[in-house]
T-cell receptor, first 113, second 115 residues
């Protein structure tokens, strides 16, 4: 069954460390997204991509960066983690045309100590 | 900017009762709406969608109603079960034009089903 995968599920890391959150999807979706979500709160779009070599910043300013070298892979990187980056990060994908809904991954719960 | 908001942050219902979760959207040009369910520790899951040219759409135990006059969206869950306990998000698609497809999500409503 096609799906979208995020790793790791949980990550506790020290301040100043560089981290990469992985996101891969097997559905051939051209569009991918990263959302930041605090517990019980709304989803904030931080990055999106409409295809290979296309990346844009989202509505919420973020110190993270993303890359889209392959259709199926959309990693998010924090060069120097800070406690303010503690949050849940959700990856999603969608396909152009037709159904506009997103398929979400299970998320990465990041804690920076 | 434009946003989607929910009327009630928490809804508590008895098992077996019907649940109604409401959502107000602000963009009259939005042409597509979705309800997502997010269980604890998981990503949001698609429940049901509706296009702006429809007023009602039914799924299995769920119904979405769209009232474009007052820009209101609701999700009705029949015979609510403990497994329905989750945070529910509505989302709207504003047709920015071209191939853009961004959804605007509102603040979630926590549905708590009491046994």
């Amino acid at each position: 069954e096609a799906d979208i995968y995020q790793t790791p599920r949980y990550l506790v890391i020290g301040t100043g460390k560089k981290i990469t959150l992985e996101c891969s999807q097997t559905m051939g979706h051209d569009k991918m997204y990263w959302y930041q979500q605090d517990p019980g709160m709304e989803l904030h779009l931080i990055h999106y991509s409409y295809g290979v070599n296309s990346t844009e910043k989202g509505d919420l300013s973020s110190e993270s960066t993303v890359s889209r070298i392959r259709t199926e892979h959309f990693p998010l990187t924090l060069e120097s983690a800070r406690p303010s980056h503690t949050s849940q990060y959700l990856c999603a994908s969608s396909v152009s045309g037709g159904h506009y809904g997103y398929t979400f991954g299970s998320g990465t719960r990041l804690t920076v100590v | 900017g434009e946003s989607v908001g929910l009327h009630l942050p928490t809804l508590s219902v008895q098992e077996g009762d019907n649940s109604i979760i409401n959502c107000a959207y602000s963009n009259s040009a939005s042409d597509y709406f979705i309800w997502y369910k997010q269980e604890s520790g998981k990503g949001p899951q698609f429940i049901i969608d509706i296009r702006s040219n429809m007023d009602k759409r039914q799924g299995q135990r769920v119904t979405v109603l769209l009232n474009k006059t007052v820009k209101h969206l609701s999700l009705q869950i029949a015979a609510t079960q403990p497994g329905d306990s989750a945070v529910y998000f509505c989302a709207e698609r504003f047709p920015y034009g071209g191939a853009t497809n961004k959804l605007i999500f509102g603040t979630g409503t926590l549905l708590a089903v009491q046994p």
